[in-house]
């Protein structure tokens, strides 16, 4: 590189001071000759801001008025931030100090390069993936997101057996590097998702458009998860399940979207009924609001420009088939025993 792009570190926090006090401190080790540190707060309420103007004078903040999820809340605060790379960063991430720079280097390879993720490790056991984003994500022909490193509820143990670099589908929000220009050209995340899945919508977005999303071996992270909502909080199955149809309605042509939309309402009552014999009604509960909520979003329109798409068949990192059968009836439980040649 002749030119040393300018970095920015961006740490969205809402109520996380005990995140940042345990996790900041290896940020601020990060190496990068032309490095911002950021953090935009989602109106907490937990004195957040009061540690940060204690122990931490130098670092930027920028303060939303209210919570704005983890949508609005980016939007919001990436207005205000200049740097030729974001960089979005969890608060219950631990970094080492040269994670930057093999991911920027790769990302300089390619001007086509929009968006990139390094590997995303298990705090609690770091010689395991971590659930949001592994060794990168993929997606099959339904929308069911996946990573290289994590099947669903089946972790792998990190062997060495993912360490090439190249395309992926879509980068973790957890830990996530974009080109500022794309984000603006891409308008951002769409703010009806308010979390969960906007970073897959903004990767699909950035495919549709031209641009690629890369998995950065060479760089690693290591992220606690679930610090805001936990698995077993029906918000998040709600959004889970909401943002998943938004996904396909935003990224696919209309009749594609209307059909495959159609296969997974059936496909979301089969959960319905699964989360009722478990007897997570909360859930199940959930589940319904979803729908009944895309459908109201439908309805009131909003959301990022639909950018023109690609043809469905140059998205790499889209797994033709169902990943759903593949793993839960054809047990195949980690992504090695996936076929190839399923992969677009």
Same mark, same amino acid.
């Given at each position: ?7 920015? =570190? ?7 001071? /005990? ?5 900041? @401190?290896?940020?601020? %080790? ?30 930027? =903040?920028? &303060? ?6 983890? %949508? ?15 960089? *979005? ?7 080492? @100090? ?6 920027? +280097? ?54 060495? &057996?993912?360490?090439? +670099? ?12 974009? /080109? ?47 610090? %805001? ?7 998040? %199955? ?7 149809? *938004? *996904? ?14 159609? =296969? ?23 589940? +319904?609001?979803?729908? &009944? ?41 980690? #992504?090695? +025993?996936?076929?190839? &040649?399923? #992969?677009?």
């Amino acid at each position: 590189m002749t030119n040393t792009p300018k970095v920015a =570190i961006v740490i969205l926090n809402w109520n996380g001071v /005990k995140y940042l006090r345990d996790f900041l @401190p290896s940020v601020l %080790t990060s190496i990068w000759p032309n490095l911002d540190i950021v953090v935009g707060d989602n109106g907490s309420t937990d004195g957040s801001i009061d540690f940060l103007r204690q122990h931490y004078p130098t670092i930027r =903040i920028i &303060q939303n008025d209210q919570n704005y999820g983890f %949508t609005g809340g980016y939007n919001r605060v990436l207005e205000q931030v200049e740097a030729d790379y974001f960089i *979005l960063l969890n608060s219950d991430v631990e970094v080492h @100090p040269g994670w930057i720079a093999p991911v920027i +280097s790769l990302m300089e390879s390619d001007a086509l390069i929009a968006a990139a993720a390094p590997k995303i490790k298990a705090f609690a056991e770091k010689d395991h993936f971590e659930h949001a984003g592994a060794a990168g994500g993929f997606i099959d022909e339904y929308g069911y997101p996946f990573c290289r490193g994590r099947m669903f509820y089946e972790i792998e143990q990190d062997k060495g &057996q993912y360490e090439q +670099s190249g395309e992926i589908f879509w980068a973790s929000g957890a830990a996530m590097f974009v /080109k500022k220009k794309y984000w603006v050209e891409a308008g951002g995340f769409d703010d009806r998702f308010f979390a969960h899945m906007e970073e897959i919508d903004l990767c699909w977005r950035l495919k549709n458009m031209g641009y690629k999303v890369v998995y950065c071996a060479e760089s690693e992270v290591y992220h606690v998860g679930g610090g %805001t909502l936990n698995t077993e909080n029906p918000f998040k %199955t709600f959004l889970n399940f909401r943002n998943n149809l *938004l *996904l396909l309605r935003n990224n696919l042509s209309f009749w594609r979207g209307m059909v495959i939309i159609f =296969i997974r309402f059936w496909m979301d009552l089969l959960a319905i009924v699964r989360f009722l014999n478990e007897g997570k009604r909360k859930d199940a509960w959930a589940v +319904s609001r979803a729908h &009944q909520n895309f459908v109201v979003q439908l309805f009131k329109g909003g959301g990022p420009k639909r950018n023109k798409r690609s043809n469905l068949h140059t998205l790499k990192g889209m797994y033709r088939g169902s990943i759903v059968w593949d793993f839960f009836m054809k047990k195949k439980h980690v #992504f090695s +025993s996936l076929d190839p &040649q399923k #992969f677009y």
